[in-house]
């Protein structure tokens, strides 16, 4: 599932710079938006639960600043695998005339856009750590272990892609279900609601969430100063390759059939 990528590094990088740069195209403040963007959904969600409902997050200070930085490494988290998520159903109906060139290897798209919402991660986390900066003069020196803490996902999210860029050329109806799809694992995460507040019935339900595991990791590491559960970590690693093959496989499979559907 990996020669993919690195077979075709260049073409890959290649098309992910122009997913990135072509959402940023004609703006006046081009890349600036990545990091203009979480600046504004931060004040958003901050007035919405920080100021309005009043929500405050289990053994922290209780201050407003420490919960909208707890609330948007939540989002970050989901942001990434949203985006990934909404956009799969669509990939391959939107390169119509790449399925028509035959030595085109349309196994590498689902990167691209990986890497792309990969970027914005990136963005959003650096916002992240510049705010924490300003609020509390000093950043977890754990906060290094974030990259190892969502290389997971980074797994988990090619495999989903795999599936629904596939299964999005037989299906169209798909691209409608996984826009509902990211909001409910939103709100059924721990991104916005604490899980351990929750009744025994509900947490199973916010725990089989693949999100809420990685969202704990880095709110432990890089809010609360903790080492990765690391034993965690390696099964979710393993979870995420094998769904991940899985995904891989499934495109492989279906991909001569493209050209007849398209």
Partial sequence: MFSAFIGHRSLTTELAKREVLGRYRGASFGLLWSLISPFMMLVVYTIAFGYIMKSRWP??????????????????????????????????????????????????????????????????????????????????????????ILAPLVVLTAGVVWFLASLGVYMRDISQVTGVLSTAMLFLSSAIVPVETLPPTYRALFLLNPLTYIIDQTRAVAIWGQMPNFTGLAIYTIVALIVAQVGYFWFVKTKRGFADVL
Wanted: charged fraction near 5%; charge should be neutral; glycine fraction near 4%.
């Fill in 59 to 148: 053994h922290a200070s209780g201050s407003t600043a420490e919960f909208a930085l707890i609330l948007f490494l939540g989002l970050i988290v989901h942001g990434f695998f949203a985006e990934c998520l909404t956009r799969a159903p669509m990939l391959i109906v939107g390169n119509t005339n790449l399925v028509k060139r035959i030595i085109f290897p349309l196994e590498i798209l689902p990167w691209p856009m990986v890497l792309s919402a990969l970027f914005h991660l990136v963005a959003n986390t650096l916002v992240f750590a510049f705010l924490y900066l300003i609020a509390n003069h000093f950043l977890h020196w754990t906060i290094v272990f974030l990259p190892l």
